[in-house]
């Protein structure tokens, strides 16, 4: 619940926004600093929403003495607008946008990272709200939703379209088990209706020769210690780039030569990830820590106070000693491992934990322990075998 203070202290921003109350009761700011009150109920097995007034003639307590007024007379069978019966009373559906602001605060609310809500939330602003924001949510149609989307298709965004898909289908779906509305036409709609995105890996290279080649490059490499560093032990942990850029003393377990990174800090899965360190590897991170004694991050920014290195400073770094993005990515070092140790014959199902993909069916739900004693001696086996490259 909210109070007067917090009321008054509500600023108007770009776009109009809303601040719950409680029991259906929010305030609505506007960008030219008006404060109505909105009450949202359901009424006929549909959501409505009311007006209740301005702030601040309108008081907080005025407002939820009318909402309590309301609740009342809805019990009674009475539509609380016109105070009249229900068989007798119009009343306004809502909008699309309406329905997306109620789906999107019950998520942001939920599980989901603060990045990926703002994910959503650009997506939605650029590609939903401006089709559709003022629609009755079912004046909404299958076609409507298609030529949306072959809009965006038709562009050659076809991640961006995959995920505005996936973001309707679940906003209408929020909207059915709700029962603002009685279907979802999202769900109509097939897939082959839009292009087929071609699968490309990231570059990278296979070959010991070229293997060789990239290692020599990589040593050449100049630029802030963070950086260098950084770059010369990924090929060894062939983590995603934002894992590594990131990476924390408190994630690195010494005795165990382990590196565990918690479930927030992974980009896919939102699971736990442990990386056993080779020897090498805690050779480097050990100097490294020596000389970094003031910061939590094992690579620091030394632009950005408390921030870490970028990732993109990383792949600058490669292409400034000559490693184009035809040979190969930072990405590309964790294709590069997947395809050499699948070769070496070491199991497929350590493999995939390492770079840490899903693994589907009950093999997903295997002894990750017995994996991880498998994948210390495989991690030690690869360092050794980009050491022993660059020796030759």
């Known amino acids: 619940m909210i109070n007067d203070t917090q009321i008054k202290n509500l600023k108007p921003k770009e776009k109009l926004y809303r601040v719950t109350d409680a029991l259906g009761l929010r305030i609505e700011i506007n960008p030219n600093g008006t404060k109505i009150w909105r009450y949202v109920f359901r009424w006929e097995g549909k959501y409505t929403m009311l007006s209740l007034g301005h702030y601040p003639n309108t008081s907080l307590r005025k407002a939820r003495q009318l909402r309590d007024d309301y609740k ?10 016109h105070n009249n019966s229900k068989n007798d009373t119009k009343h306004k559906q809502l909008t699309f946008k309406e329905v997306y ?3 999107f605060d019950k998520m942001k609310k939920g599980n989901w990272k603060p990045s990926y809500a703002l994910d959503v939330e650009q997506r939605a602003e650029m590609y939903l709200l401006p089709a559709l924001a003022d629609k ?13 989307l072959l809009k965006i298709d038709e562009q050659g965004k076809f991640d961006t379209r995959q995920k505005i898909q996936s973001i309707l289908t679940r906003i209408l779906s929020h909207a059915v088990g709700m029962l603002i509305t009685k279907s979802n036409p999202a769900r109509e709609i097939s897939s082959d209706l839009f292009s087929k995105k071609e699968k490309k890996n990231f570059t990278h290279v296979s070959t010991p020769k070229d293997i060789k080649l990239l290692l020599s490059m990589l040593e050449q490499a100049i630029g802030t210690t963070q950086v260098t560093i950084a770059l010369k032990i990924a090929p060894h942990l062939f983590l995603r780039p934002s894992e590594l850029a990131g990476l924390r003393w408190s994630e ?20 736990p990830h442990i990386v056993p360190m080779s020897n090498h590897v805690v050779e480097v991170l050990t100097k490294l820590k020596a000389s970094n004694l003031d910061s939590t991050l094992c690579f620091p920014s030394p632009l950005r106070n408390g921030r870490s290195i970028s990732t993109n400073s990383i792949l600058q770094a490669m ?7 035809e040979l190969s990515t930072v990405h590309g070092f964790r294709h590069m491992a997947v395809t050499n140790l699948n070769e070496k014959g070491y199991n497929g199902d ?22 991880l004693e ?4 495989m991690m030690e086996d690869w360092s050794q075998f980009l050491l022993n490259l660059l020796a030759e």
């Open 252 to 271: 690195i377990h010494w005795d165990e030569k382990l590196i565990r990174i918690p479930a927030e800090r992974m980009k896919i899965d939102n699971k």
């Open 136 to 148: 009755p949510i079912d004046a909404i149609d299958t076609k409507m939703l298609i030529d949306l």
């Open 101 to 103: 602001e109620i789906w």
């Open 374 to 377: 498998e994948r210390k001696p």
């Open 350 to 371: 350590a493999i995939e934990l390492q770079v840490a993909h899903e693994i589907s069916g009950v093999r997903g739900v295997y002894n990750h322990a017995k994996y």
């Open 72 to 81: 009342q007379m809805l019990q009674d069978g009475i539509y609380p607008k």
């Open 319 to 325: 292409r400034k000693v000559g490693v184009d993005k």
